[in-house]
């Protein structure tokens, strides 16, 4: 099985939410979910989407790369599972992005597949990292029928 990918623009610095997301990680088992951090770029999306676009080339070169931003297509959690597994099931390599505090750059808006919203809120880069995880994990949950969604 192909492995879904999470690029992140920045580092987790905090212990207690790098908990949390481990947990999570050590749960999502098909597919694997492998996050990758990049160097921010303060205030230079330009720069920050040159990072994450080599960062997309080192991992495959046929991706499906979906970027997060607050003007993305929102799905309910049933929704976005059988979304992510439709893909997965075509034999897709998702790259999923959650760009820096500027948000994505418009060369990056065009380089990806998909948009994808979280919420019509706006959460701190690092909440948006873990609420990711978390529905990605009930995703998974989800398609294989397991208790933890209900």
Not at 8 to 14: A, H
Not at 104 to 130: E, F, G, I, V
Request: glycine fraction near 4%; proline fraction near 3%.
């Amino acid at each position: 099985m192909k492995s879904a990918h999470l690029i992140v623009v920045g580092k987790l610095k905090d212990k207690h939410l790098e908990a949390l997301e481990d947990d999570y990680l050590k749960r999502i088992k098909n597919p694997k979910l492998i996050i990758h951090e990049v160097k921010a770029a303060a205030e230079d999306k330009e720069a920050e989407a040159k990072n994450v676009l080599k960062k997309v080339e080192s991992i495959c070169e046929n991706s499906f790369l979906i970027i997060l931003t607050e003007f993305g297509d929102e799905f309910h959690s049933p929704q976005f599972s059988k979304w992510i597994y439709k893909h997965i099931d075509k034999g897709m390599e998702l790259i999923f992005v959650i760009c820096g505090a500027e948000g994505p750059s418009q060369s990056l808006l065009d380089a990806s597949n998909a948009k994808l919203s979280l919420s019509k809120l706006t959460y701190p880069h690092k909440l948006a990292r873990l609420i990711f995880v978390e529905q990605f994990y009930r995703a998974m949950t989800i398609n294989d029928g397991h208790p933890y969604h209900n």
